[in-house]
């Protein structure tokens, strides 16, 4: 087996009222253990099994549409777990805040880019903070599982905050609210994280 399902970092009721326990539970147990299970089918006599995730989906081009989805699929939900925390929320400072301030002119102006990604993204997909190689940030959206790490998308660059808008992420608390669901995230999302991900970003 080449990728296993990563441990979450805390329990399936830890996130309410903002994420509620049963999305949770079936977006971890259900959701990402599927598609790492289906990353590790796909990837099975393909000379890949040894590679690191970043460097499958780097060059995903050459790949099969199942490495393609699953591969994103595996890596997207991994960060996104990260990145949330029951002691999330607020706003970040030192070297983040101030980039975010930089590149978005405030915090505040930085929220309503992301939250027009994530609300205009059609159908399913993700909004993402990135670090491009020129080491700006950029607000941008993906479909389907694919992310700004992959060569098939336009906008590349390193995510350090990603935000899932598939309809199973909020559907059972929020049904066809995606905007309060969007609106919520930003009380758990772990800043700690995010700026450990910046820092990490800044020095490839
Ligand atoms: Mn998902």
Sequence with gaps: MAFKLPKLPYDYKALEPHIDAKTMEIHYSK??????????????????????IE??????SKHSDAIRNNGGGYYNHSLF?????PDGGGEPGGKLGKAINDSFGSFEKFKEKFTAAAGTRFGSGWAWLIVRRNGKLAVT????????????????????LGLD?????????????????????????????VQKLYNRALKK
């Design 31 to 52: 959701h990402h253990n599927g598609y790492t299970n289906k990353l590790n089918a796909a990837l099975e006599g393909s000379g890949l099994e040894k590679k690191s």
């Design 165 to 193: 808008v598939w309809e199973h992420a909020y559907y059972l608390n929020y049904q066809n609210r995606r905007p309060d669901y969007v609106n919520a995230f930003f009380n758990v999302i772990n800043w700690k994280e």
């Design 141 to 160: 959206s993906t479909p389907n599982q694919d992310n700004p790490l992959m060569d098939v998308v336009k906008t590349k660059g390193a995510p350090i």
């Design 81 to 85: 777990w990260s990145v949330m925390s």
């Design 55 to 60: 460097d499958i989906l780097k060059r995903v």
